[in-house]
């Protein structure tokens, strides 16, 4: 049976490439300060047009393609390349679609999970320095044609809030993610060994886990080994297992995502026939969906909130750990 430990490998690799955008000067993450930003505010009526005018270059993605256009998707790809020990080198269309999945990861990592409001408080603070409120109100009336234009006013001030203020915004955002590779079948189908997945860390800061969400945890008696599993039980549930069929609060609980190596029951053992047990206050039974190899809760007990470490996303990158061939198929896939 596995624990489904996650591994750090791969960790740098992210950080150099992905948090690293050429041209932009910011050198890799370890070295950006992670010092806290206030937004200073300007007259009141005219951060409104400022505001809006900031919704609009958000919520379009214009102000993320401008974001992405600096990275350094060729880099990433190479070194991911390099990194994952690929049985053959990548062809140009494989390259193409490495570089995409970045893409993809990065809007994940830096919008998706940006706090909220956070980009669009940020763009509105600068543009209320560099724009008067007279040019902001004929920007935002003529927006869609000013912001399609390359060589247009809005393009010049993406462009420069990119070079100015994002040496300062990346750390703060980049902090809320981090990236794990799986080892093991714990998770097995829905993870395999050599998938890399983002997790979003701060997930259950301001919110509780749900029945379902697939969890990174670290087990208090494993010298901070990280662990990942599926949320099974919440606090307060009753959990029951008959013939390898979990029950909650007296509901047999639907699962099609689980995997059954063996059928046979196992009289008697907790891994297959679990007496009810009402999960504990602020814990949460945790369960593999690969049932025959994963050790969790079923054995290790309820694990407590403190421990838990996020909420797994999103997987941008698979390689198979025997063939060293890229899974292309898992790129580019939300963890359910």
Known sequence: MSCCSVSDRGRNCFRLVVLCLAGVGLGTWAG???????????DP??????????RLEVTSDRLFHVIAAQSDVAGYSRLLEAQSGLSTPL?????DRIEQSFVHSLKVMLVDLAPTNFWEDHLAEYYGTKLPGAEAQRLLAAYEDESLSPSSRLQDLRESFVRDRLP?????????????????????????PGDHVIVHQVAY?????????????????????????????LPGDQIAIRDQVVYVNGDALSEPYTRHSDR?????????????????????????????????????????????????LFIYWSVDPDTHDPRWERLNQLVR
């Open 32 to 42: 950006c300060s992670e010092t806290s930003l206030t937004v200073s505010h300007v």
């Open 45 to 54: 009526e005219p951060f409104t047009v400022y505001q809006q005018l900031a």
């Open 91 to 95: 062809t140009f269309t494989q390259t």
């Open 168 to 192: 300062e915004l990346l750390p703060l955002v980049r902090a809320r993610s981090q990236i794990y590779q799986i080892p093991s079948q714990s998770m097995e189908p829905t993870l395999l």
């Open 205 to 233: 800061q301001a919110a509780e886990p749900q029945q379902g969400d697939v969890v990174v945890y670290r087990y208090p008696d494993e010298n901070g080994k990280r662990f990942l599993h599926r949320v099974i039980g």
């Open 264 to 312: 046979s029951s196992m009289a008697g053992h907790v891994r297959d026939h679990l007496p009810p047990i009402t999960v504990p206050l602020e814990t949460y039974f945790l369960m593999g969906d690969n049932r025959e190899e994963s050790l969790d809760s079923r054995f290790l007990g309820p694990i407590s909130k403190e421990h838990l470490l996020g909420r797994v």
